[in-house]
């Protein structure tokens, strides 16, 4: 079972366990770890597990564990020698837990590390919890709010639409955009990438963009824009969250702290009963004013650093995370054993550990620089 607060998910299904057995896994659920995402140890052994009592039990001659979040220093340490480990665990994972999964030999797989290619779309964790992270920001700010999202046109006059702003269109900022526009919001969203302008506009929503200035320099490089240029880019986007009754944002980079795109005094600037849903809070948060785990009131604005989005849903989010599992086993198993070959893309980028040494450049430099815990 896991162990982090809040956590409900859980890295094998009913319906992914069928698939772990096909490649040769005996598959062992401790009892009760699926219960917070609706699945029984009575579905699960239905399904082909068997259902161990306790941990240890548990653990006991496993070779590959899977789990959702990266393992404590006491999991760590319970882990059978010389194990495989597939799990979330960042590359600024808890340096005492790391070096506890060096001196176990366990190899370790993480899902932040799955390279970012065709082959590896069904292993990619990241993709699969972040588009549950949006579905759920836009229902969470969208409970929050003083207003319907929808437009009403009523015996009592006509009410319009709220309007919506979605900052960053990767996986999460699209699925926030999706359910939005389902539920009638007017929706408008940025991104730093012009070229996430088709995919916002094909949801039906609104790409927020200055004209860029003549971009081309000496020999066909793109040009630094000026100044001016981004002062008026800056304008724009705090016009638009003035302007905007949710805010969503979701602008994160694993392993770093998450960049600040709205400011205290941008805060204060906008409507009463507006809400701001943080979906970086585990990273720092996207609004100066967040409180990660937390959900605050400045002025007359609801902020929401809610941690862990997709825990919230534990049912869809764990068996999207179990196909991800599924598939990254599908990998590295064969005919029941596990087959390791660093010369593929995807075992050699997902692996952070093994064989007692930390193969992950940025984890190893975080592992030699930062804190350990006591």
Known sequence: MEGADGEQRI??????????????????????AGQAAGFSDEQLRAAGAEVAADLPTCLKGAEMVCKVQPPTVDEAAALPEGCAL???LPTSTDRAVVQKLVQRRV??????????????????ALSSQASIGGYKAILVGASRLPKILPLQMTAA?????????????????????????????????????????????????????????AQE??????REQSEEFLTRQRELIAQRVEQSDLVVTTAAVPGRKAPILITKELV????????????????????????????????????IGWRNLPATVPTTASQMLARNVAAIAGHLVKEGELVLDFEDEITNGSCAIHAGEIRNRQMLEAAESGPASK
């Open 11 to 32: 890295p094998v299904s009913p319906d992914s366990i069928p698939r772990l057995k096909a490649l040769g896994i005996d598959v062992w659920v401790q009892s009760g």
């Open 86 to 88: 597939i799990s979330y």
């Open 107 to 124: 190899t370790a797989f993480s899902f932040e590390l799955v390279p970012r290619i065709s082959r590896a779309q069904a292993m990619d």
């Open 157 to 213: 006059g006509t009410i319009p639409p709220a309007r919506v702003l979605v900052m960053g269109a990767g996986v999460a900022g699209l699925q926030a955009i999706a359910t939005a526009r389902r539920l009638g919001a007017v929706v408008e969203a940025t991104d730093v990438r012009a070229a996430a302008r088709e995919e916002v506009r094909s949801l039906g929503a609104t790409f927020i963009e200055l004209e860029l200035e």
């Open 217 to 222: 320099g000496e020999g066909g490089y793109a």
């Open 268 to 303: 204060e600037r906008m409507r009463p009963g507006a809400v701001i849903v943080d979906l970086a809070a585990d990273t720092g948060g996207n609004c100066e004013l967040t409180r990660p785990g937390e959900e605050a009131q400045v002025g007359g604005v609801t902020i």
